[in-house]
Structures are given as structure tokens and as C-alpha cells.
């Protein structure tokens, strides 16, 4: 079964330091990765995903299928990106049916 | 708002009652998903349509828990005699022929008593 594992609860980081949010997953087939943010008091929604390649308010992240890996990166942290993150793995054909990991805090501070 | 919305926002109930959520998705949106997230945990797969029909259902879906999306439009998902670990947020999302972005609604918060 598939798995989805974010080891940090919560992440602490001054304002214009780098912030990497850790994800890794278990899938034997070719997954398709997203990260999901949710802002205070507003809804999940999605922030990026691993086939468009984009960069998303600063953000990327890069798919690793030998280390497993989806972390998210910003070189430059703002107190707005302050938000709980939520990584999410769906498998093939299973379109909007996802494995969420724990999510990761995260907090910017001045 | 043209967003995915939820009602009631919030549920208070005692053991044993029934509950019943509504959610509405964005209009041209085909795909309908119910997830279910527990404090500290990440949103968890429920079951989901495709216009009206109910094409998976998760293990977590106990046969006390029916949904149902009768024209392919709003959709419910009921809980019969609530027990204390049915307590969540129930999530609804719903998204567009295969695009693979969900959009979110704010979620029902059920505390059961």
C-alpha cells in the first residue's frame, strides 16, 4: 500500500531563510505528487504538482524516484507562506483519490 | 462564491444520533470526493462519484456511513448512530474531467458527544 511520510511536524524559520519541507513516499508504480497548502482559516487547496514543473510562489519541488522524495523548497521564506503544508501521492488512474501525509506546520517569523 | 461549499459548517451531536452533510460542488464539476481528517492527520479518502455514480468507497467508509449524489449535482454523506471516533472535519472536494486539481470545500466539523 502506498504511504506518504512527512517527518516534520512543524517548521520554524526566519523571514528570508530558506525552508525545505520533507516528503517522502512508498509507491512500487509511477505516482503523481502534489503539495496542498492550507493558509489560516481558508481551505486546502493545491499548491503545486510534481508534472507541471512550475514554480508556485516561490516554491518547487522536485520529484527524486530513487530517494522516494517530494520536498518542497523556497529560498526565501515570507510571513505569509506561514501554513500548514500537506503532501499528497495518487497513484495510476485514481484521479483526486489521494494518500495525504501529516502535513507540516510551518511558520515564518519576522 | 463559485467555490465548493459545505453545510453545516459545523454539527454537534450525541452518541447514537444521526448526521447528515451537504456538499456542493463547483457546477462544472463532474468528480465529487468525501475525505474525512482527524486532528494532526492529513485529509483521508472516503469515497468518491463521478456524476451520480459512487465508483469507490474506502475501507474506512462503515456501513454505518451512506453518501449519495441523486442527480450528479449536490451530494450528501450521512452518518447513522454516530459513535465518538466519527469526531472530524468531513472534507468535500471536487474537480474536472481528469485535471487532477481538487478544489476544497471549507469542511463540515462533526463532535460527536
Known amino acids: 500500500a502506498q504511504r506518504v511520510t512527512q517527518p516534520e511536524k512543524l517548521l520554524s524559520v526566519f523571514k528570508g531563510a530558506p525552508v525545505e519541507l520533507k516528503c517522502n513516499y512508498s509507491y512500487s508504480g509511477s505516482p503523481e505528487l502534489f503539495w496542498y497548502v492550507q493558509y489560516s482559516r481558508q481551505r486546502l487547496q493545491l499548491l503545486l504538482r510534481h508534472i507541471s514543473r512550475e514554480s508556485i510562489k516561490g516554491f518547487t519541488a522536485d520529484l527524486n524516484k530513487g530517494e522516494t522524495s517530494f520536498h518542497l523548497k523556497k529560498p526565501f521564506a515570507q510571513e505569509e507562506d506561514s501554513a500548514m503544508y500537506y503532501c499528497?501521492?495518487?497513484?495510476?488512474?485514481?484521479?483526486?483519490?489521494?494518500?495525504f501525509g501529516a502535513g507540516t506546520q510551518v511558520v515564518v517569523t519576522p | 462564491d463559485t467555490g465548493v461549499s459545505q453545510n453545516p459548517r459545523h454539527k454537534i451531536t450525541k452518541r447514537g444520533q444521526n448526521v447528515t452533510f451537504r456538499c456542493d460542488p463547483i457546477s462544472e464539476h463532474n468528480r465529487l470526493y468525501w475525505y474525512r481528517q482527524t486532528l494532526g492527520q492529513g485529509p483521508e479518502f472516503l469515497t468518491y462519484f463521478q456524476n451520480e455514480a459512487q465508483l469507490e468507497k474506502s475501507r474506512l467508509l462503515s456501513d454505518r456511513f451512506s453518501a449519495e449524489r441523486p442527480k450528479g449535482s449536490f451530494s450528501t454523506l450521512e452518518i447513522q448512530r454516530t459513535e465518538q471516533g466519527d469526531s472530524a472535519m468531513y472534507l468535500c472536494a471536487s474537480m474536472g474531467e481528469n485535471t487532477g486539481e481538487l478544489f476544497f470545500g471549507e469542511g463540515s466539523r462533526l463532535t460527536v458527544l
Open positions: 499528497a501521492l495518487q497513484t495510476t488512474d485514481s484521479w483526486g483519490k489521494l494518500q
